[in-house]
């Protein structure tokens, strides 16, 4: 099952994608996390995202279909994959599109979660004050919601066209939301 979770920030695609990949059993790939890491370890990948993610701006999309590829290449994706955070604009979209034609691996279902933007302002404030991640100031969430819109809402549009766009409402208990998950499934 090769699916991907598409919404905001703070709609809470890593959340259920882990459930999903317990479920499945299959690997949630989260570029948020690969980059993280990155950044974390000081690799030269983490240097160049560090300054783009702390304003809340995107990766350059060669950078993450390169990432995207080398990660779908490796074993553990062989019986599917969650992508959580990729693509996040059409660019990334059609990368992925020819690179699992090549590959013969066809996304199957594109599942996107909708949280109204209120709700996300306040979700991902709590976030800053559990995690601390350098993104979470009010500036660069701000930054990252109009991103999204820019950028990454249109992959709704794209994904609906090509009939694999499945919409959950994403709030309520994360019980809840994995019903609505598993049900389009
Ligand atoms: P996330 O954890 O998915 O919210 O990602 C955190 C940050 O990593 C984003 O704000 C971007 O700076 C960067 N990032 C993650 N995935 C992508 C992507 N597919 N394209 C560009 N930038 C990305």
Same mark, same amino acid.
């Given at each position: 099952m090769n699916l991907i979770l598409l919404g905001p920030? !703070?709609?809470g695609k890593g959340t259920q994608g882990h459930r999903l990949s317990e479920r499945y059993n299959i690997p949630e790939i989260s570029t948020g996390d690969i980059l993280r890491s990155a950044v974390h370890k000081g690799t030269p990948l983490g240097r160049e995202a560090k300054n783009y993610m702390d304003r809340g701006a995107l990766v350059p999309d060669e950078v993450m279909i390169g990432i995207v590829r080398e990660r779908l290449a @490796? +074993? +553990?994706t062989e019986r599917g994959f969650i992508l959580d &955070?990729?693509?996040? =604009?059409v660019a990334q979209a059609e990368a992925l599109s020819r690179l699992s034609e090549e590959q013969q691996r066809p996304i199957e279902h594109v599942i996107s979660i909708e949280v109204p933007q209120e709700e996300l302002l306040q979700r991902l404030a709590g976030r800053r004050q559990l995690e !601390?991640? @350098? +993104? +979470?100031t009010d500036e660069a969430i701000r930054y990252r919601l109009e991103v999204y819109e820019r950028e990454t809402a249109p992959l709704i549009d794209y994904y609906r066209r090509q009939g694999l766009l499945r919409c959950i #409402? &994403? #709030? !309520? =208990?994360i019980d809840e939301i994995f019903q609505r998950v598993a049900v389009v499934l």
């Amino acid at each position: 099952m090769n699916l991907i979770l598409l919404g905001p920030p !703070g709609a809470g695609k890593g959340t259920q994608g882990h459930r999903l990949s317990e479920r499945y059993n299959i690997p949630e790939i989260s570029t948020g996390d690969i980059l993280r890491s990155a950044v974390h370890k000081g690799t030269p990948l983490g240097r160049e995202a560090k300054n783009y993610m702390d304003r809340g701006a995107l990766v350059p999309d060669e950078v993450m279909i390169g990432i995207v590829r080398e990660r779908l290449a @490796q +074993d +553990d994706t062989e019986r599917g994959f969650i992508l959580d &955070g990729f693509p996040r =604009t059409v660019a990334q979209a059609e990368a992925l599109s020819r690179l699992s034609e090549e590959q013969q691996r066809p996304i199957e279902h594109v599942i996107s979660i909708e949280v109204p933007q209120e709700e996300l302002l306040q979700r991902l404030a709590g976030r800053r004050q559990l995690e !601390g991640r @350098q +993104d +979470d100031t009010d500036e660069a969430i701000r930054y990252r919601l109009e991103v999204y819109e820019r950028e990454t809402a249109p992959l709704i549009d794209y994904y609906r066209r090509q009939g694999l766009l499945r919409c959950i #409402v &994403g #709030v !309520g =208990t994360i019980d809840e939301i994995f019903q609505r998950v598993a049900v389009v499934l």
